[in-house]
Structures are given as structure tokens and as C-alpha cells.
């Protein structure tokens, strides 16, 4: 059975706590200690004292059961306590609404932590199954117009320098690895009368700021995955914009 509400990571042993909310909280949790025992998590004071404490001295707690719809505006009364005590909590950003940008040395990690990484077809079937319709995450949110707005306002104005431009274009679509020849020409011939742009076999490793969700696969099975707008997924790869929709392309 889901649960909604609020939730808190609690150190046992200095009382620091990270707040934040969920419309599945058992799947929240486990979520973050994914991230947290691979040293991967996007709170990189949490993940200092996980490592420094160990996961024993960790109590994850349900503080309020919150119906879903109202769920991200009880988040926000919460995190405008834990701003009033920021030397007593472990939260970065202190909007509900808001997202959290992922330092350069979180990127390398979760960036290392990706590269060689293979996943059987039962692996792949399992994890798309768990991500797909109800399993979502995501699935019966939508964002406020405010939410919108500030993501789009922080895109623009955006400016690459020169270097950082000569080496998009010196890359292939942005980054990724490439199939061999032999295992893209299978492909083809399974795929064959679909359109031109979704024959790219180009992996690509995504990541959502916001969530820490990865993906790794070519751009035309993320856009189906996530209902992504196709331009802006390939603004995104070409590194016009950096983010879109909470997601970014690790390099």
C-alpha cells in the first residue's frame, strides 16, 4: 500500500535530520539508501555523515501523512522550519518546488560509477517495469505554473564559452559511446520503416537532478520512457541547454 506524506533521515547520534516528502514513501526510502550505500546521493552533507557515521546511526522516520495532492505544500512548512535551523538539518535547498543542481565531484562520481556498467535483459525488463505507469515515480504529478516558470527562467540567458562550444562540436551528438558496426546493423534491420531520427543507436547516460533517477540507452527510448518533447531532448545532448525537465546528460 502507498503512502504519502513527509518523511525525515535522523542521526541518531547528533540529531541532524534531511526532511522531505514522497507519494511513496517505503520506495522513497529505499531510494535513498541506494544512493547513499554507493556514495552516490545528491545531498552531499547527507552522504558525508552516512559515510562518517554508518548506516546504523540513520532512522528514517514518517513525520506526516499527506495526501498526495496536498503533499508538496505541507513539504514546504517543513522546510521553512528546517531554513530557520539550517545548522540542524542536512537539507540544500529549501524549496518545494525548487531544484537541486548536483556538484562537479557528484557528477564525476555518479559519471564513474556508470561507465562499464552492463545490466542483463532480465536486469533492463525488471527496472523498466518498475518505472512504468503507476510504478512511476512521477506518475499523476504535475508541475505548478511557478514550478514552470522558474525552469524556465533559469535557461535563459544561459552562454558557453568557446572552448566549451569547440568541444560539442568536436563530439558526437553531445557525447555518448557508440554500437559496433555489426550490432547497429541488426538494429536496423529489426527497425526497419521507423523514422530516421530514432536510428541513432547512440547511448546516452541521463540523470535527473531532482530525483537522482538514471537512465542509460539511446535518446528515442528516454524521450518514450519520460513523454519528452524530442527537440528539447536534442537541445539537451547538443548541450544548447543544459538541463530539461530536471534531467541532464553526463558526459
Same mark, same amino acid.
Given at each position: 500500500?502507498?503512502?504519502?506524506?513527509?518523511?525525515?533521515?535522523?542521526?541518531?547520534?547528533?540529531?541532524?535530520?534531511?526532511?522531505?516528502?514522497?507519494?511513496?514513501?517505503?520506495?522513497?526510502?529505499?531510494?535513498?539508501?541506494?544512493?547513499?550505500?554507493?556514495?552516490?546521493?545528491?545531498?552531499?552533507?547527507?552522504?558525508?555523515?552516512?559515510?562518517?557515521?554508518?548506516?546504523?546511526?540513520?532512522?528514517?522516520?514518517?513525520?506526516?501523512?499527506?495526501?498526495?495532492?496536498?503533499?508538496?505544500?505541507?513539504?514546504?512548512?517543513?522546510?521553512?522550519?528546517?531554513?530557520?535551523?539550517?545548522?540542524?538539518?542536512?537539507?540544500?535547498?529549501?524549496?518545494?518546488?525548487?531544484?537541486?543542481?548536483?556538484?562537479?565531484?557528484?557528477?564525476?562520481?555518479? &559519471?564513474?560509477?556508470?561507465? %562499464?556498467?552492463?545490466?542483463?535483459? @532480465?536486469?533492463? !525488463?525488471? =527496472?523498466?517495469?518498475? /518505472?512504468? *505507469?503507476?510504478?512511476?515515480?512521477?506518475?499523476?504529478?504535475?508541475?505548478?505554473?511557478?514550478?514552470?516558470?522558474?525552469?524556465?527562467?533559469?535557461?535563459?540567458?544561459?552562454?558557453?564559452?568557446?572552448?566549451?562550444?569547440?568541444?560539442?562540436?568536436? &563530439?558526437?551528438?553531445?557525447? %555518448?559511446?557508440?554500437?559496433?558496426? @555489426?550490432?547497429? !546493423?541488426? =538494429?536496423?534491420?529489426? /527497425?526497419? *520503416?521507423?523514422?530516421?531520427?530514432?536510428?541513432?543507436?547512440?547511448?546516452?547516460?541521463?540523470?535527473?537532478?531532482?530525483?537522482?533517477?538514471?537512465?542509460?540507452?539511446?535518446?528515442?527510448?528516454?524521450?518514450?520512457?519520460?513523454?519528452?518533447?524530442?527537440?528539447?531532448?536534442?537541445?539537451?545532448?547538443?548541450?544548447?541547454?543544459?538541463?530539461? !525537465?530536471?534531467?541532464?546528460?553526463? /558526459?
Amino acid at each position: 500500500m502507498k503512502i504519502s506524506g513527509i518523511y525525515k533521515i535522523i542521526n541518531k547520534i547528533n540529531g541532524k535530520y534531511y526532511v522531505g516528502y514522497s507519494t511513496h514513501i517505503r520506495s522513497r526510502w529505499q531510494h535513498h539508501k541506494y544512493h547513499l550505500r554507493k556514495n552516490l546521493h545528491y545531498n552531499t552533507h547527507l552522504q558525508r555523515a552516512w559515510n562518517n557515521h554508518g548506516e546504523v546511526n540513520f532512522d528514517f522516520v514518517l513525520i506526516e501523512k499527506v495526501p498526495s495532492e496536498l503533499v508538496i505544500k505541507k513539504e514546504q512548512t517543513y522546510l521553512d522550519l528546517a531554513k530557520a535551523e539550517k545548522d540542524k538539518c542536512y537539507n540544500e535547498c529549501f524549496d518545494s518546488e525548487g531544484k537541486m543542481a548536483l556538484s562537479e565531484d557528484h557528477k564525476k562520481r555518479i &559519471s564513474l560509477a556508470l561507465k %562499464g556498467k552492463t545490466r542483463t535483459a @532480465e536486469q533492463r !525488463k525488471n =527496472m523498466g517495469d518498475a /518505472r512504468r *505507469g503507476e510504478k512511476h515515480y512521477a506518475f499523476g504529478k504535475h508541475l505548478s505554473q511557478t514550478h514552470k516558470d522558474k525552469i524556465s527562467q533559469a535557461e535563459k540567458g544561459r552562454v558557453f564559452s568557446p572552448d566549451h562550444l569547440q568541444k560539442l562540436k568536436g &563530439s558526437s551528438h553531445g557525447g %555518448g559511446w557508440h554500437l559496433s558496426d @555489426e550490432t547497429k !546493423k541488426k =538494429m536496423s534491420a529489426s /527497425r526497419k *520503416g521507423i523514422a530516421t531520427w530514432n536510428k541513432d543507436f547512440t547511448m546516452f547516460n541521463f540523470l535527473n537532478q531532482a530525483t537522482a533517477e538514471t537512465f542509460t540507452g539511446i535518446k528515442s527510448d528516454f524521450i518514450k520512457r519520460y513523454k519528452l518533447r524530442k527537440k528539447s531532448v536534442y537541445d539537451l545532448i547538443k548541450g544548447i541547454q543544459q538541463s530539461y !525537465k530536471g534531467w541532464i546528460v553526463i /558526459r
